[in-house]
Structures are given as C-alpha cells and as structure tokens.
Antibody
Framework: ELQLGESGGGLVQPGRSLRLSCEAS????????MHWVRQAPGKGLEWVSGISSDGRTVAYADSVKGRFTISRDNAINSLSLQMDSLRIEDTAFYYC???????????????WGQGTLVAVSS | EIVMTQSPATLSVSPGERATLSCRASQPVFTSLAWYQQRPGQAPRLLIY???TRATGIPARFSGSGSGTEFTLTISSLQSEDFAVYYC??????????FGQGTRLEIK
C-alpha cells in the first residue's frame, strides 16, 4: 500500500527556517515526480513546489521562490522542503503529493500524505 | 496564472439527491482539469482527472464533464460520506498548478 508521511512541522518565528520531510513507502519512489501543496487553516489548496523523479527539474510558486528549496533522496525514498525566511503567511498544513509520472508537466496529484502543520508566529 | 473559480461556495443537498458543482477557468484549459475531495481532518483525495476520468476506486456516482473554461462535477445520489469540500485543479498551464477555492457540500 502506498503511504506518504510528512514530518518536521512546528512553531517557528518569522525569519527563521524549517525543514520538512516526506517519507514514501509502497511505491517505486524514483519513478515519480513529487510535489508540496499547502493549505492555510480553513482555506483552500496552494501548490508550492514540484520536483522531477531524478531531481533535475524543480519548480516553485512565486510566493516561495527564492526562500524554499525542494529536494529528494531516492536512495531513502524521501522528499524534503527547506523553508527559509519564513513569513506569517507561510502558516499552513503542508502536504506531499505524488505525481502520476516522472516529469513535471501537465499532471494531477494522485496520492497525498496526511500533512504537517507549520505555524509561523512571534 | 490561470485563476480557478468554483461555485457555489456552499451547497446544501439532501442525502440521495444529486449535487452539481461548478468550476470555471480564467483561460481555456482544454480538459486538463482534476477534482479532489477533502473530508474534515483528512488529506485531499483525487476523484477525477482529464475532466471526466474517474480515478482508481472512485464510485460511479461521481462524474465530471466540461472542457475549455467550464467544468462540472456531479454526484448522482449523495451518500453520507460524500459531504466534504471539493476542489478543482487545472494543470494545462503550469507552473503554477492552480486550485479553485473549494465548494463545501453540506447536508440539507
């Protein structure tokens, strides 16, 4: 059974950093592009970042470009999101989501983790 | 960036009745549209992709239609577990992939 499990969330002050992880099991992790999607409490979904299966292609939402870095380690079936210079508006549940194919492209997200909460507050 | 607009924001329907949810794109997205269901406290779940193709394990009472800028998700006979929030997402023009603001389907 495919499982995605996020970790690393917590309370952090504005301007500080946090690193999220997503551990995958039950799939050939290196066969699929992966994404981070966030949801502010009580709000809708916002795509944050995506990475191809080999890690060579990445993409970011304008709202996080230059502050967040996505990466993956296929040897340990892990996806990461390094979040620097955090802002109050980055407060959200962060979900990792699996793409349907290897490449970033016109794709949907066919499996999601349960999310981890990041709260940015002074 | 393509803006996705869903209507209505909240829809009240009785169990066993039909629900029709709408999604509009600010530019044509052809059939590059997906629908997700999110139950309270849970992660989103893929229902429909390519506007009308049901994802694996999704019951036949869920159907999608539309192309270009206008899309519809229909749930033919509402079950208790269907009361949730529904999101549309376009993937024709990316990045970014963009979602609608959601429609909350509640019990009437």
């Amino acid at each position: 059974e495919l499982q995605l499990g996020e970790s690393g969330g917590g309370l952090v002050q504005p301007g500080r950093s946090l690193r999220l992880s997503c551990e995958a099991s039950g799939l050939n992790f290196d066969h699929y592009a992966m994404h981070w999607v966030r949801q502010a409490p009580g709000k809708g979904l916002e795509w944050v970042s995506g990475i191809s299966s080999d890690g060579r292609t990445v993409a970011y939402a304008d709202s996080v470009k230059g502050r967040f870095t996505i990466s993956r380690d296929n040897a340990i079936n892990s996806l990461s999101l390094q979040m620097d210079s955090l802002r109050i508006e980055d407060t959200a549940f962060y979900y990792c989501a699996k793409d349907r194919i290897r490449f970033l492209g016109p794709n949907w997200f066919d499996s999601w983790g349960q999310g981890t909460l990041v709260a940015v507050s002074s | 960036e393509i803006v996705m607009t869903q209507s209505p924001a909240t829809l009240s329907v009785s169990p066993g009745e039909r629900a029709t949810l709408s999604c509009r794109a600010s530019q044509p997205v052809f059939t590059s549209l997906a629908w997700y269901q999110q139950r309270p406290g849970q992660a989103p779940r893929l229902l429909i992709y390519d506007s009308s193709t049901r994802a694996t394990g999704i019951p036949a009472r869920f159907s999608g239609s539309g192309s270009g800028t206008e899309f519809t998700l229909t749930i033919s006979s509402l079950q208790s577990e269907d009361f949730a929030v529904y999101y549309c997402q376009q993937y024709h023009n990316w990045p970014p992939y963009t979602f609608g603001q959601g429609t909350r389907l509640e019990i009437k």
